[in-house]
T-cell receptor
């Protein structure tokens, strides 16, 4: 069974640009969550999508958004990039929402210059 | 909100030694997972353990939900065990469900 796939693995962007990251969950899983990891703030929850609906959102500005498609694949978008958005972005796949085991992808390392 | 604390923050062991990592949380939780983050950043699932005890090879974990802590035991450590270990608690205290991560324990195993 294929694991969680995130693309791209690495990305370098310039301040002010926007970026889109992709996450394909484990086959059959319907929940996708996104997390940001930085040295200063650790791992922080961004948002969760289940059945194409955003179920939950963390404490991040509106520049961070996402969506989920009918095949459960998810994308997150960050607009007007800031230097502080440089981070490892991790996607988690779960069979269902609200308490099932989460499986993480390898992450996308975003560097904003 | 709920606080998740891990101890110790750093740990250096000689190969073959045993260790115990601790995770304390400040409120009741729906579930708990332990992860090992490899050098490339991926979080590898170790245990999904809302309560009770589980074992997988040299690793075992115990969660006592009523006392709000979980322990990860590593026996006969190997250099490949090096990395950062995170516990994450699942909670819907805010009305919607999410995982909250601890700050991690950085383990280094010396040959």
């Amino acid at each position: 069974k294929a694991g969680v796939t995130q693309t791209p693995r690495y990305l370098i962007k310039t301040r002010g640009q926007q970026v889109t990251l992709s996450c394909s969950p484990i086959s059959g899983h319907r929940s996708v969550s996104w997390y940001q990891q930085t040295p200063g703030q650790g791992l922080q929850f961004l948002f969760e999508y289940f059945s194409e609906t955003q179920r939950n959102k963390g404490n991040f500005p509106g520049r961070f958004s996402g969506r989920q498609f009918s095949n459960s694949r998810s994308e997150m978008n960050v607009s007007t990039l800031e230097l502080g958005d440089s981070a490892l972005y991790l996607c988690a796949s779960s069979p269902w929402t609200g308490g099932t085991e989460a499986f993480f992808g390898q992450g996308t390392r975003l560097t904003v210059v | 909100g709920i606080q998740v604390e891990q101890s110790p923050p750093d740990l250096i062991l000689q190969e073959g030694a045993n260790s115990t990592l601790q995770c304390n949380f400040s409120d009741s939780v729906n579930n708990l997972q332990w992860f090992h983050q490899n050098p490339w950043g991926q979080l590898i699932n170790l245990f999904y353990i809302p309560s009770g005890t589980k074992q997988n090879g040299r690793l075992s974990a115990t969660t006592v939900a009523t006392e709000r802590y979980s322990l990860l035991y590593i026996s006969s450590s190997q250099t490949t065990d090096s990395g950062v270990y995170f516990c994450a608690v699942g909670t819907d205290l805010s009305g919607t469900y999410k995982y909250i991560f601890g700050t991690g324990t950085r383990l280094k195993v010396l040959a």
